[in-house]
């Protein structure tokens, strides 16, 4: 979807190269500063550690501050700094690829004598999503769809049989699946996905649980896609009532693929879905490829499992000399090129992708620094915001998504951050990226019956005591500002802190002018 309303014709009006333009009204700014400050004042606001900035673009000059220089957590404002280091780094072009391969060779008959191994790229859209983005609908229906893809082109090449495993490689990345200060209860969900350079369906596997037909019964339990990875022990009952005594749940079970389904269901419930992660996505990518091969009738006679890169058996975890050497294969069955990065960011920064915003961090720091893991990640990130204005004391980022509670990030770094993609030739890929207030992305439903509605675009960020709104804003006089709003340790519903970060950035919008150019529009 493209950017529609007057942001759009901001974005293209104002030229990149720099800040410096016509000074900013004082009185707009006082208009401004007047409104929030009355915001902030409220007794229910004051139960918030409130941190504001406000920037005029054309004229490089802060409209309105409010512990500027502290540090917030910033939940998945975070994946403003991730989209924008890839996009920088790996262009809006960049693309990805799957690829399957083999060391041996079939014979005549197609029998290879070996491994069958399924390489991951990096590609964050290894699945049925609709791209480009679609805010009406997220995936496609058969979610099988890009391995059915893959078989084809193998079965086409004329393999029949496997005497060998099935090998999801994600050694691409190096393995360290979750980046510190990740809470352990995330990691079974889909949104606390392990990170892997092999990612099908997003990681993400679904439990639907559904009455059992009759009291007494157990309840119904099947998966979406159907891919043999989680073994599941079913300890639920059917109730005839409309309450249950124990509520419906899922925990992890005694083995790292088994899951405990436990609690009642009311005869009466439509049911419940759960949305979980596989903790090892290259060998749920492996499964989801075998299942499709047998589809297609090619035979398999090893087994399904995974090949990491551990870090104890990569050379230096924050920078090679060289490219990683990759292995020399014979045959190359399959190939599956990926959406451009431009498409990728637009997915991440309006749906607030977590496992994606973690993948292109990865991927570039692979591109820059031949190895990706934590540490070079951490050490890429630190090499980019200083390139982009920031000082080493506004930051402290652990991860690309914002799930680590180790990250901090003041409202004038997110600013200046801001400020350099709005100056950068990425800057039009960059907003298009960004949920528009009213319209679509984590923000559909935020601002749509004011007149904010189509004049903000900015990313959302939402934890346990924590909520943040950063991006950019267009005034009616079509000045366009850049803010970050951040809310941390309030005991307040997070809805209503929400509703006073929204009332902040409408001020932006819906300030009056100064009362000289009111007159001489009169």
């Known amino acids: 979807m493209r950017i529609v309303g007057t942001i759009a014709l901001i974005a293209a009006a104002i030229p990149a190269p720099t800040l410096v333009g016509a000074q900013a009204s004082a009185s707009r700014q006082a208009a401004i500063a007047d409104q929030i400050e009355a915001i902030l004042e409220r007794p229910s606001a004051r139960r918030a550690f409130w941190g504001i900035e406000v920037v005029d673009l054309r004229a490089g000059e802060t409209v309105f501050e409010h512990n500027a220089d502290k540090l917030f957590l910033p939940a998945s404002n975070a994946k403003l700094f991730s989209t924008a280091l890839a996009l920088r780094r790996l262009g809006a072009d960049y693309r990805f690829t799957t690829t399957v391969v083999s060391a041996a060779q079939p014979d005549e008959n197609g029998v290879l004598d070996g491994d069958l191994r399924l390489v991951g790229g990096g590609d964050p859209n290894l699945s049925a999503r609709i791209v480009p983005y679609d805010r009406r609908r997220e995936y496609g229906a058969d979610r099988m769809a ?60 679904a ?11 157990a309840a119904r339990v099947r998966s979406t896609p159907p891919v043999a990875y989680f073994s599941i022990a079913n300890r639920t009952a059917t109730a005839a009532a409309r309450t249950v005594a124990a509520g419906l749940d899922i925990r992890r079970g005694s083995a790292p693929s088994e899951l405990v389904v436990f609690g009642g269901i009311s005869l009466r419930s439509r049911g419940r879905s759960f949305k979980l992660a596989a903790g090892d996505p290259a060998r749920y990518a492996a499964a989801a490829l075998r299942k499709e091969l047998e589809a297609f009738g090619i035979e ?30 014979k045959s190359v069955f399959a190939a599956r090129a990926s959406p451009p990065l431009k498409e990728a960011i637009r997915i991440v920064n309006k749906e607030s992708q977590n496992l994606h915003a973690e993948m292109l961090l990865r991927e570039a720091a692979l591109h820059e620094r031949n190895i990706a893991g934590i540490r070079s990640t951490v050490e890429e990130l630190r090499d980019f915001l200083k390139e982009a204005g920031l000082a080493p004391g506004e930051y402290y980022l652990r991860d690309g998504s914002g799930l680590s509670r180790h990250n901090l990030v003041t409202p004038s770094g997110t600013v200046k951050l801001l400020a350099y993609m709005w100056n950068s030739p990425d ?43 950063s991006g950019y804003a267009a005034a009616a006089d079509e000045r366009a500002f850049a803010f970050s709003i951040y809310a941390n340790n309030f005991g307040i519903s997070t809805s209503y802190v929400r509703s006073l970060i929204d009332r902040i950035a409408a001020t932006i919008v819906t300030a009056p002018p100064p009362r000289e150019e009111r007159t001489a529009a009169e």
């Open 207 to 217: 439990v639907h649980v559904t009455p059992g037909g009759a009291a007494g019964r």
């Open 300 to 329: 398999i006679s090893g087994t399904t499992r995974s090949e990491h890169l551990f870090p104890d058996r990569a050379h230096n975890l924050i920078s090679r000399a060289s490219p990683r050497k990759t292995k020399p294969y």
């Open 427 to 469: 800057r039009k890929t960059y907003l298009d990226s960004l949920p528009v207030a009213g319209r679509d992305g984590t923000l559909d439903w935020r601002f749509s019956r004011t007149p904010a509605r189509g004049r903000i675009l900015a990313k959302t960020g939402t934890m346990s005591h924590v909520t943040a709104l």
């Open 146 to 205: 890009p391995m059915k893809n893959l078989a084809r082109q193998i079965y086409e090449a004329g393999l029949r049989k496997v005497r060998g495993d099935i090998v999801g490689d994600d050694s691409r990345y190096v393995w360290e699946p979750y980046p510190p200060g990740w809470s352990y209860a995330d990691t079974l969900l889909n949104y606390g996905s392990p990170v892997s350079a092999l990612a099908f369906n997003d990681n993400l596997i």
